[in-house]
């Protein structure tokens, strides 16, 4: 519970300081809109913390590097006092994939299907629509 505390205090930090700062988005003003302000950690401009629930009985946070394009996966061990590491991942590769893992439609027919006027979208100028 204390590592809980401590976690939800330095996130409390974190909010106030990102707060009094100007240039502390992350996913510019569209995400803004919808209330979705990144919080920084304290001192740094590019390592973001999230509270996540794990499962219904698992608590702990996310730390983003957004520098080495890492993001940590930490468990709060409330019996223990302690934190477990539950992952690691580099996503800088994964940022350069354009369709992974989707099911139909996938991107490319979606954009066939405009092209063929399907879908209620728009044709593009110069296509024909399917008849």
Same mark, same amino acid.
């Given at each position: ?6 976690g939800?205090l330095?996130?409390?930090a ?11 988005r992350?996913?510019?003003p ?5 209330g ?18 794990l499962?219904?009985? $698992? ?8 520098a ?14 302690r934190?477990?590491?539950?992952a690691?991942?580099?996503?800088? $590769? ?26 209620g979208g ?10």
């Amino acid at each position: 519970m204390a590592l809980l505390g401590l976690g939800m205090l330095l996130n409390a930090a974190a909010m106030f300081y990102s707060a009094h700062r100007s240039n502390h988005r992350l996913f510019g003003p569209a995400a803004s809109a919808y209330g979705a302000d990144p919080v920084t950690w304290p001192g740094d401009k590019h390592i973001y913390m999230m509270p996540a629930q794990l499962n219904a009985n $698992a608590w702990g946070f996310v730390l983003l590097d957004t520098a080495s394009h890492r993001v940590c996966v930490y468990r709060i061990l409330t019996t223990a006092s302690r934190l477990r590491l539950m992952a690691v991942r580099d996503f800088s $590769a994964d940022l350069k994939l354009s369709d992974f893992n989707n099911a139909a439609p996938t991107p490319e027919q979606v954009k066939a299907m405009l092209r063929m006027g399907i879908g209620g979208g728009k044709p593009a100028p110069g296509s024909q629509p399917a008849r």
